[in-house]
């Protein structure tokens, strides 16, 4: 989703450093971008369409500036819509992330005061109510305050007042995040574009306005009484979130999973066990989450079934809100979310926290929303994950919820052996040029099927999401005993389908599901620590408890890298999709 950025301190080569700010927001998605940039008494506005890529702008030696990157929601992917906006005197400019509810309603007011649009987006709205704002109040604060009390719906802005050389910036929805050094204030909407000036941050709370100028930064509530910071130090480290030796994010990223699990095995079980206390304690407990973060839910409830024989119930975040008739006070929450920023967290979080239950976050981002708004939480320590699409973030999720199942049955050491014996596994699966071979062979197909049985069957659909979004070739995950109400259907000669059968009480059946779709044709992919001739392919992978899901998860992750390489994508920046996805 839309990226912010803004710079304010001694004069630099302003437009490189906004320029490296927006590319490291990069990855959170975006269509188009802009600069402004204050120079003397004038800006310089910059809009560009598609990605930044080698863009490089005019050296401007400046001290005060700000970027965007933007998702379209309101108005085409157009020049015209890019941001930064302005408003008729060209006095304040505007960046936003978030959507206004009420814009056209107060479009018509501005129109009719006279005042004229040249985008289509719910932006510019704000920048014009700012000129109107402005000229009764002639302070750029209290129009800041009262021009953010009109909007309705989540948003984040930065006003940039370049003759004052300050930019005011306020939320209620979307992050933003603040670093001051002795040379500048930087403020962006990740804490990843701080990373190169300062580790030491502050993630703005709902309806707090920073003041930034020149060698000061200032915090207000919305009554504009000043406030105190409090920063704190990122977990996250500057080299982490640099690429090194690799081609993409998402294989670096996959090539960390050993290393993100062995730290989850040796520093965590402290914080696990805190955890399972939690859910042992609570009435009724739900993971909730969106796509792979809900897919790590999901396999909880096979965790929690199996391993601790406790009822724990999973719940795609955007539908929570129609089950919270359920929630008590004794009702536990379990938040999974790499990112901390998901809005449909976000808002559900807050809606279960008014009917007082408890909500224990499991977050990659130290100081995310997420993070602030829960009761409890326990971080991923899975370093910055920079490739679109989820990996060790998910691996992290599993780690830690295994655990904590093992926990709940008194037998965290076994599980802990059971997990470090994924290590190998993973690591040998990496090396494996099997996996892109295979990739080689189904790249063109326009379809491909994934099956599991119990704890296997959340990983088919995590694996069918992986191969999906970054191949855009259509892949489904579906429960081996589902296949012949429907799905069977679509297999004709040649049609990959990926059988994932680990010798548990699910191989059987899942065997005979692998020969029903051969003998329709299939090219039968097997998982497996047997072979069988009903696989065309076989991908061995030994027996280790329920910590099978880890390297069955990371064949999947393999193979949707290979086939959107194979197919000519960017693995790191799959189509129309966002990193954080921070509006509805
Ligand atoms: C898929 C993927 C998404 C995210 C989802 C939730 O690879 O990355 O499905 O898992 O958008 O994001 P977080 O975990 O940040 O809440």
Not at 54 to 60: D, G, M, P
Not at 183 to 195: H, P, R, T
Not at 220 to 225: A, E, R, S
Not at 446 to 463: D, M, N, Q
Request: glycine share 8%; net charge positive; aromatic share 10%.
């Amino acid at each position: 989703m839309c990226g912010i950025f803004g710079y304010i301190g001694e004069k630099e080569n302003i437009s490189k450093a906004i320029i490296e700010g927006l590319k490291s927001l990069e990855y959170r998605g975006y269509d188009s971008w802009g600069v402004a940039i204050a120079k003397k008494r004038k800006v310089f506005i910059h809009k560009q369409v598609g990605k930044i890529g080698k863009a490089k702008l005019k050296k401007i030696i400046s001290d005060c500036g700000i970027g965007h990157t933007r998702w379209a929601t309101h108005g085409g992917v157009h020049k015209k819509n890019a941001h930064p906006h302005k408003d008729c005197t060209g006095k304040i400019i505007l960046v936003h992330n978030g959507i206004v509810e009420n814009f056209e309603t107060l479009k018509k007011e501005l129109e009719r005061k006279g005042h004229k649009f040249i985008s289509e987006t719910d932006t510019e709205v704000i920048a014009h109510l700012a000129e109107e704002i402005y000229k009764k109040t002639n302070d750029p604060k209290k129009t800041a305050l009262q021009v953010f009390k009109k909007l309705q719906g989540l948003n984040a802005i930065i006003i940039l007042f370049p003759e004052d050389k300050a930019f005011y910036a306020i939320k209620n929805g979307s992050p933003l995040v603040t670093a001051k050094t002795d040379k500048a204030v930087i403020l962006a909407s990740d804490v990843q574009a701080l990373l190169p000036y300062s580790q030491q941050v502050y993630f703005l709370d709902d309806n707090e306005l920073l003041e930034a100028k020149k060698g000061t930064l200032k915090l207000f509530d919305l009554n504009g009484k000043e406030k105190k910071f409090k920063f704190i130090k990122t977990n996250f480290s500057p080299s982490q979130a640099e690429l090194g030796k690799y081609k993409h994010y998402m294989i670096k990223e996959i090539n960390e999973q050993p290393k993100v699990v062995e730290y989850i095995a040796n520093h965590e079980k402290e914080n696990i066990e805190r955890l399972a206390k939690t859910i042992k304690k609570a009435y009724g407990t739900y993971f909730i989450g969106c796509g792979t973060s809900y897919f790590a839910g999901l396999a909880a409830t096979y965790l929690f079934s199996k391993i601790a024989k406790r009822h724990v119930n999973a719940v795609v975040a955007s539908e929570f809100s129609y089950y919270l008739d359920f929630i008590k006070k004794e009702s536990l929450v379990v938040a999974l979310s790499q990112s901390g920023e998901t809005i449909d967290i976000i808002d559900n979080v807050k809606k279960i926290k008014e009917k007082g239950a408890k909500v224990f976050a499991l977050t990659n981002v130290l100081g995310s929303t997420l993070y602030r708004l829960s009761d409890d939480k326990m971080l991923l320590n899975a370093g910055p994950e920079k490739c679109v699409v989820a990996t060790k973030s998910y691996i992290a999720k599993i780690a830690i919820l295994f655990l904590t199942a093992h926990s709940l049955s008194q037998t965290f050491e076994k599980g802990k052996t059971e997990l470090e014996k994924t290590i190998p596994q993973v690591e040998k699966l990496i090396k494996s040029k099997q996996i892109k071979k295979i990739a080689k062979r189904i790249k063109n197909k326009e379809h491909i099927f994934v099956i599991g049985r119990g704890i296997s069957y959340p990983v088919a659909l995590e694996s069918a999401l992986k191969i999906k979004e970054v191949s855009y070739i259509h892949a489904e995950g579906f429960p081996g005993g589902e296949l012949k109400h429907g799905v069977i259907a679509l297999i004709e000669k040649g049609t990959p389908v990926i059988v994932y059968n680990p010798r548990d009480e699910t191989y059987e059946d899942t065997l005979s599901a692998a020969y029903e779709v051969k003998a329709r044709g299939a090219y039968v992919i097997g998982v497996s620590d047997k072979n069988s001739p009903a696989y065309n392919e076989f991908i061995e992978i030994e027996k280790n408890g329920e910590a099978i899901i880890i390297p069955q998860v990371v064949i999947a992750q393999l193979l949707g890298y290979y086939l959107a390489l194979e197919r000519g994508y960017d693995p790191d920046k799959p189509r129309n999709l966002a990193k954080s996805v921070t509006v509805k």
